[in-house]
């Protein structure tokens, strides 16, 4: 990113403020389909610091190694974890509803 640009500079340290933020709230969170909304926010927001770097980089440059990781990464552990907690919550979700005697 720009070095002289810190409108960007504050842009993406709020983002990264607000996706530890949101990840503290899901993994406090008891409720896993709150869990698993909060931690889609903090990968929208980390989607964002993403975004912000690929779009103000160079285009001769490659990306810097930490944000290669985070893409290769920590974006597809969300996308497993989120996954994992939709599916335990639909799960418990059907067994709420399920009348006493009948097999789920």
């Known amino acids: 990113m720009p070095t002289n ?3 960007l500079h504050e842009k993406f340290l709020n983002l ?6 949101l990840l503290g709230a899901g993994f406090y969170s008891y409720d896993n389909r709150l869990k698993a909304r909060l931690y889609d926010r903090a990968r929208a927001k980390v989607g964002g610091m993403l975004a912000l770097v690929y779009f103000h980089q160079k285009q001769d440059s490659s990306p810097v190694e930490i944000i290669e990781k985070i893409e290769q990464e920590l974006m597809p ?3 497993s974890l989120i996954r994992k ?5 639909e799960k418990t979700g059907k067994k ?3 009348k006493k005697g009948e097999k789920p």
Do not use: C, N
Request: net charge negative; hydrophobic share 40%.
């Open 16 to 21: 990264k403020t607000e996706a530890v933020e």
């Open 77 to 79: 552990a969300f996308s």
């Open 96 to 98: 709420q509803f399920v």
């Open 85 to 89: 907690l939709e599916m335990k919550g």
């Open 5 to 7: 640009r810190t409108d």
